[in-house]
């Protein structure tokens, strides 16, 4: 069965940085695209980034520059490195997958929707303090 398991969330103040992970198990990345989400508490479920095989990422505009979204194939782990953090980071942020790598979108700014990603993680919270 595939599982994505993430970590890494916590609480810390703006300005700061955190380091999510994602491992997945029973599911191998070699043809994919993997994408990391956000829900605010009253907000709706948002795309962070999104990375397919060929190595390609798309951020959404709001943490283009601070965050970083990249994949250890070899352990098999999706991360989300983000710095600058702001208030309005503050969300459970969630990894997903889809096999196939061409259901990544390309166009900058524009992140692939939740609603594709059939294979999904159960979140991890971050809290950002001003």
């Known amino acids: 069965q595939v599982q994505l398991v993430e970590s890494g969330g916590g609480s810390v103040q703006a300005g700061g940085s955190l380091r999510l992970s994602c491992a997945a198990s029973?599911?191998?990345?070699?043809?994919?695209?993997m994408g990391w989400f956000r829900q605010a508490a009253g907000k709706e479920r948002e795309g962070v980034a999104n990375?397919?095989?060929?190595?390609?990422?798309v951020y959404a505009d709001s943490v283009k520059g601070r965050f970083t979204i990249s994949l250890d194939s070899a352990k098999n782990i999706l991360y989300l490195q983000m710095n600058s953090l702001k208030p309005e980071d503050a969300a459970m942020y969630y990894c997903?997958?889809?096999?196939?790598?061409?259901?990544?979108?390309?166009?900058?700014?524009?992140?692939?929707?939740?609603?594709?990603?059939?294979?999904r993680g159960k979140g991890t919270l971050v809290t950002v303090s001003s």
């Open positions: 990375i397919d095989s060929y190595g390609r990422t």
């Open positions: 029973g599911y191998t990345y070699r043809r994919y695209c």
């Open positions: 997903a997958a889809n096999p196939s790598p061409s259901a990544c979108t390309t166009v900058p700014g524009q992140t692939i929707r939740y609603s594709a990603m059939p294979i």
